[in-house]
């Protein structure tokens, strides 16, 4: 073990000393001139920075039932290990990423407050924790930089003064707008003709104005003296030193006024400068004017009060805002706030609110109805490298978020197609009669769905009380989960009605017959594992099938005799995989037609390659061969050796191809075992 100074000593080696000086570069005015011509992109304003930070992290696209997706992988967390990473929301966060080009570009949605709406835990928050904490970081790269200004002062005893700009503004406000087109449209012509077009907007703050007026008289006019009283700086963003990242939540009414978003007059310095009017006796440290240059969060913002409501009128439209005393004041901020649907819904009702409604554009932000992804979102968080001391048994988490797209599914309209069949097809399952476009318009028609139904947080307290709720236990199991996930709907206070706790509850049953349904798949594949057997059958199964269509003989391995194709043996598989008598020629065509087309491309037929092949395989092969294991003998009390060693060799299977411990295959298989003693098999 290291002393601490040897430790202290390990640590500071490993400093990047050269990083943190670029990070706080400092220049005079002309040597930030010579920054801007080299990476004209340091002048970019807050929507187009935030647009090519998500976009630097790069983009995939994938077809999804005939429609393009893109996703932008931002939206991971790549930089915080996927802490933070959104699942299951691409069309969401593209309607917001197409917003910000859009505004990059200037075409009208930078003038707009986005709101992130949706149910309690659909990702609202943490959408805007991701825009906030990304734009910290992409300030620190050197394609993320900007740049804001000191005025040097003289101190009482002749020492330099640096005073910040307390709003942190472009530099390039300090050249007169007269003048200022001339520098950008140099800017403009370096750019890709398809680069949205830079842009430096506004006017000096009030401060930074009376700061800007005194020089100028000091320097009888020239202004370009008065840049020389002006030292350049890199600008790092960040939440935690109030330096252009912003947050506002409502607070009481009685505690709350508006210098909380524009600032305060500072009392003790009115004394000093004669003045309430004097903007240096004026704190710029509302939330406003602290986010300037990136972006500002709104809390649930539609409850604030209307007071406040009537300062985002102009912060959004104008980017403008008014501080006590004072002209209006530019800005350069993202606006984005977030809110449930009761509160949306009272903005709607609110014929004095239009003008906000006008301003405002609105980002459906639902539950992820897709399996795949709601599964994700638990696997975060309770893995098995992240639960210590114990184990989550497969498809644990799998019920959970099962039960949980449920809840959020609309029942569809057509009448031959349950609600766990749609669950499936959102999830890329192939159904009989249903396709890619069937898909769609179970979409398209149910247009509710994600926005009501369980809360990805509910499920995660769930999941955690059955952890802490069975410390005899190693391994966590499926039903401790669903057990906790019942027990929590008698109190669950977003549950208003009693028919909707009645139908959760249904949602259950259903979830609990689909996991009988796994394991019993499970634990007969594993009972048919003996790849050996498989092949012979198969082998088997191939010859008649190839006779039969050729109208041929097949010839007996053991009498050497030639006989008629095996029809028995050939309807036994065929009929595990729900092939009718009508359609047996078809497919026993299409098998043949399947291998032909792999030796056409020089490839050998293997039987697992074709996965409705290798079903009907493994269920013929657990019908013939379950008698024998004898499984339903594992719930009595004496089991000879000879089926305890043909136990154990399935139990070996479910450890080594599905996931299992020596725990959790125990369960499972005491449990399917107690289905076949009740005389409980499904053929599937």
Known sequence: MPTGAELIASLAARQNLREYRKINWKGTFSEYLDVVIANPKVVRNAYQRVYDMIIEKGVEERIVNKEKQVRYLFF????????????????????????????????????????????????????ARLLKRGLERYSQTDEGALYTYSWIEEGPDGERIEIECPMNQEPLLLIPREHRGEIIDLINRSLPPDHYPITVEGELNPFCRHMFNEKLRKYDGDWSKVLQDVVVRRLILSEQDRVGIGTFQPKDEKNQDATELTGDINYRKIAEYGSESDPRAFNFDGEFNIANRGIIEFIEVLKLDVAFLYDLLGASQEHKIKPKKFAQ??????????????????????????????????????????????IRIYEKDYNNDKVRGKRIAPHTLEVAAMWAVLTRLEEPKNAGLTLMQKLKLYNGKTLPGFTEDNIKELREEADREGMQGISPRYVQDKISNALVAHPEVRSVNPFMVLNELEAGLKHHSLINSEETRKHYKQLLTVVKEEYENIVKNEVQRAIAADEEALARLCGNYIDNVKAYTQREKVKNKYTGQTE??????????????????????????EIMNYIGGLALDGKKFDYKSNERLLKALELKLFQDQKDTI????????VVDKDTQEKIDIVKSRLIRNYGYDEDSATDVLNYVASIFARGDVKRT
């Open 564 to 589: 008629e194709p095996d029809e028995r043996l050939m309807r036994s598989i065929e009929e595990k995989i729900d092939i009718p008598e009508s359609r047996k020629d078809d497919f026993r065509r």
């Open 630 to 637: 004898k499984l339903t003998s594992l719930v009595s009390s």
């Open 76 to 127: 991971d967390d790549p930089d915080n290990n996927g802490r933070d990473a959104i699942f299951g929301l691409d069309k969401t966060l593209a309607n917001l990423v197409n917003i910000f080009k859009s505004a990059a570009y200037g075409y009208g949605t930078e003038r707009r407050v986005l709101l992130l709406h949706g149910p309690v835990g659909s990702s609202k928050s943490t959408i």
């Open 329 to 374: 004041t530019d800005i350069d901020e993202v606006i984005i706030g977030h809110t449930n649907e009761p509160e949306y819904k009272k903005l709607q009702s609110n014929e004095f609110m239009e003008a906000l409604r006008d301003r405002t554009v609105k980002i459906d932000v639902p539950y992820v109805t897709r399996l795949s992804d709601e």
